[in-house]
């Protein structure tokens, strides 16, 4: 009864919207008198070289002495986000979306895996050669058994890599390296009936190719590894099985104990991990998300909240760090949570890690998100009303457009404008209440607790050109138009009154009705001079904001 009485309220309160922006009569895109914003809203001046776009153009110079792809992964110091993919042949500066808190660019050349860093604006030289040996004969990667058992204690790593979902103790990376080249890995735990069989790789470059070499299986290796049972001492899993977590292993005691596998890679060379799971071989996953896809058995996508889109995210290795013990962590799996490359379950495959491996380059690519308000002057200016985020690598002609929550009532359509879409055509979307598969009075991620209505992300891909750019002044060619023509919201002009703004992609928009100088204090200050209070948007009100489950 009372959500049928909530309902009803949201009706009237969109009609009474709907009015009043009628009666108001302008053009958003080009309304830039902010008498009401600046004095009532921010209180302030605007900044007439305010541009609302925190996304900012940046560039690196790469020289190659032959066609090679080069990967370049942004770094703030927590993730490395992958910003550019592309064939490089000679010399060439690429531009590229940045944050303020790029201060490291990595670029790694996919032909033979050197790796390089700079800043941004800095350059980086490939044009020397490296040895790598040839492949499959005289493989640079080797994997050896160490037959001195290692002792763990049961409790501290299943309270280690229990865990229910991702969490900020796991870096889940894309590529890895080695200064030493050597590391060793200690088979811990499995939890799916999928890891009984599960194969763990490396794979590494070499003249553009990848290469796959096996390090470990988890029912070959007789011995590898043993349980403590305190009525019997130590027992073999003679099926080399690790201890699991579900109970469809034998019985573990306090202590369990496995031989290592030392792992030799080239040092200083970029590699990654796989995991091909399953007894009837469902299931290969790389660090690197481009080479997985989606899986073909029917359930998998019929199985909420599993968001096949996502899976591009997805990178199924991740590192996990308690105090002082460090895991290599896999998920062999896909359906059974709401994964995606902020909320996975790295505790499939587990193995304790010790020796020299540094990972690098987080699954993400580089996103930002544009927030809109639709109703003008004497708006409640909570940024909500439609919001979306915008993924691109430099070097790819595609872009993926995720819906991410809709506060407005107006039959609001995401438009991509022909000057920046590579066929030159105009962009539809689709309305944004029809993409939720809601009525136009539904409010979608805005309202906080069980009276609002929660749906997961719609994606939506386009075509683009491969120096697609956020940052541009046109906030990369998008705009939201009502199909009544009330009004149009597009990239607002320097100085004037936003009613879109470009912000990083981990930005959580103010609740219904919130405006944003209450959810983000320091909003105001960030309006009046651009150059101070840049960082605005990471000090939120929590309780003004909605809390993202995605």
């Known amino acids: 009864m009372r959500k049928k009485i909530y309902s009803i309220f949201l009706f009237a309160a969109a009609a009474f919207s709907v009015s009043s922006c009628m009666d108001l009569g302008f053009d958003v895109k080009n309304f830039t008198k902010g008498s009401y914003f600046a004095k009532e809203v921010v209180k302030t001046e605007i900044d007439p070289q305010q ?37 490089v042949s000679g010399t060439e500066t690429i531009n590229f979306d940045a944050l303020d808190t790029y201060a490291r660019l990595i670029a790694v050349n996919m032909n033979d895996g050197s790796i390089q860093e700079t800043g941004i604006g800095g350059s980086v030289n490939f044009a020397g050669t490296k040895s790598v ?37 796991n870096y889940s990376a894309a590529m890895f390296c080695s200064e030493s080249g050597t590391f060793t890995l ?15 790789g490396v794979y590494y470059y070499q003249n553009g ?18 349980y403590h049972d305190k009525w019997s001492g130590w027992q073999t899993y003679w099926d080399a099985h690790m201890p699991s977590l579900t109970g469809y292993a034998n019985f573990v005691g306090d202590y369990f ?7 030799t890679v080239p040092a200083n060379t970029a590699f990654g991990f796989y995991i091909y799971g399953g007894n009837d071989g469902v299931g290969h996953f790389y660090s690197e998300p481009e080479y997985n896809t989606v899986p073909s058995y029917s359930y998998a996508e019929a199985k909420a909240p599993f968001v096949a889109a996502e899976f591009s995210k997805y990178g199924h290795i991740a590192i996990i760090d308690v105090e002082d013990r460090r895991y290599l962590a896999f998920d062999d799996w896909c359906e059974l949570a709401p994964h995606s490359y902020t909320n996975a379950e790295y505790r499939h495959l587990v193995f304790s890690l010790s020796g020299d491996l540094k990972p690098f380059g987080s699954p993400e690519t580089n996103t930002f998100m544009l927030a809109c308000e639709d109703l003008g002057e004497k708006a409640d200016y909570d940024f909500n009303d439609v919001v979306f985020a915008v993924s691109h690598v430099v070097g790819s002609t595609e872009a993926t457009v995720k819906i991410l929550a809709c506060g407005g009532t107006l039959d609001n359509h995401i438009w991509y404008d022909p000057n920046v879409n590579v066929s030159g055509d105009e962009v539809d ?36 050109k491969e120096d697609f750019a956020m940052s541009a002044t046109d906030m990369g060619g998008f705009y939201v138009r009502s199909e009544e023509r009330i009004a149009t919201i597009a990239a607002p002009g320097h100085g004037s009154v936003p009613y879109m703004i470009c912000v990083p992609v981990d930005w959580k928009w103010p609740a219904e009705f919130i405006s ?24 939120p009100v929590n309780d003004k904001v909605y809390p993202r489950q995605y």
């Open 257 to 263: 104990q496995s031989r290592g596998i030392k792992v």
């Open 133 to 169: 040996p040839s492949a499959p004969w005289g493989s640079p990667v080797k994997a050896e058994l160490d037959y001195n058992y290692k002792q763990f204690d049961y409790q501290t790593v299943k309270s280690d890599v229990a865990t229910p979902a991702f969490s900020d103790v």
């Open 51 to 87: 541009t609302w776009n925190l996304a900012k153009a940046a560039s690196i110079t790469v020289t190659t002495s032959s066609e090679s792809r080069i990967k370049v992964f942004a770094s703030n110091g927590q993730k490395d986000i992958l910003v550019i993919d592309k064939l």
């Open 186 to 200: 200690n088979p811990c735990w499995y939890t799916s009936e999928s890891g009984q069989s599960a194969t763990v």
């Open 516 to 539: 944003i100088v209450d959810a983000y204090p320091n909003f105001a200050t960030w309006c009046g001079d651009h150059t101070k209070a840049t960082d605005w948007h990471l000090n």
């Open 209 to 226: 190719q990848k290469f796959e070499v096996p390090i470990f299986q988890n029912d070959k290796q007789s011995d590898m590894l043993q």
């Open 429 to 464: 979307l689709g309305e944004i209440h029809n993409l939720f598969g809601v009525k136009l009075v539904t409010m979608i991620n805005t309202i906080p607790g069980a009276s609002g209505e929660t749906s997961a992300p719609v994606y939506k891909k386009i075509t683009v």
